[in-house]
């Protein structure tokens, strides 16, 4: 599977917007996009996934650059609860996840 | 439902030791997984079972044997504790989604942190 390359960290303020960048250079033609993130002392929990059009569901937006060489996963608005690593992850088709060192979000009240 | 259970949440071992990780499942997953997560690290895939009655090993398998017991659980086990096999264990399941193509959703329990000293 191809490789992402995730900022160490970032910091956001709560009830603003964040904007966790993954870049993927290499990504196949037939890789997905997958984030999942980890709550402190828990295990990881999916967040959203997408190929090539962007993504919405209730807990973010994912949003793939035309090319798809880089992603960018939104949190509409951060809550305490948000603070977390977030990983970005590819996959092809039924293969298995790879999880780097991720992103750890903190959110300031 | 409970989702993905492990027992137990803690356990110290000493060198030497043997000791089986459960898992747990009642999603009626069919692809069962577990990872070891070192500090400050992602986790890394140590075996997983696609369906029942199958196992395949996955980057980090030295050291463990897993057993897919049925549908549900998925154990796996320490033969001989190393101190390099302090870690936490997650183990996770997964069912293939409506939309073809691409990797399952995994589902991931709670977490065994584990010491050997």
């Known amino acids: 599977d191809a490789k992402t390359t995730q900022p160490n960290s970032m910091e956001s303020n709560e009830e603003e917007p964040v904007h966790l960048p993954c870049n993927h250079s290499?990504?196949?033609?037939?890789?997905?996009i997958h984030w999942y993130r980890q709550l402190p002392s828990q295990g990881p929990e999916y967040v959203i996934h997408?190929?090539?059009s962007n993504v919405n569901n209730r807990m973010a937006s994912l949003a793939i650059a035309e090319d798809r060489k880089s992603s960018t996963l939104i949190l509409h608005r951060a809550t305490l609860r948000d603070a977390a690593v977030y990983y970005c992850?590819?996959?092809?088709?039924?293969?298995?996840?790879?999880f780097g060192k991720g992103i750890t979000l903190s959110v300031r009240p | 439902n409970a989702g993905v259970t492990q027992t137990p949440k803690f356990q110290v071992l000493k060198t030497g030791q043997s000791m089986t990780l459960q898992c747990a499942q009642d999603?009626?997953?069919?692809?069962m997984y577990w990872y070891r997560q070192d500090p400050g690290m992602g986790l890394r895939l140590i075996y997983y079972?696609?369906?029942?009655?199958?196992?395949d090993k996955g980057e980090v398998p030295n050291g463990y044997n897993v057993s897919r017991l049925n549908k549900r659980e998925f154990s796996l086990r320490l033969e001989s504790a190393a101190p390099s096999q302090t870690s936490v264990y997650f183990c996770?399941?997964?069912?293939?989604?409506?939309?073809?193509?691409?990797?399952?959703?995994?589902?991931f329990g709670p977490g065994t942190r584990l010491t050997v000293l």
């Open positions: 999603m009626n997953h069919n692809s």
């Open positions: 992850i590819l996959t092809g088709a039924n293969s298995k996840l790879t």
């Open positions: 290499t990504i196949s033609g037939t890789d997905y």
């Open positions: 079972s696609a369906s029942e009655g199958t196992t």
């Open positions: 996770a399941s997964s069912s293939p989604r409506t939309s073809g193509g691409s990797t399952d959703t995994q589902y």
């Open positions: 997408g190929l090539t």
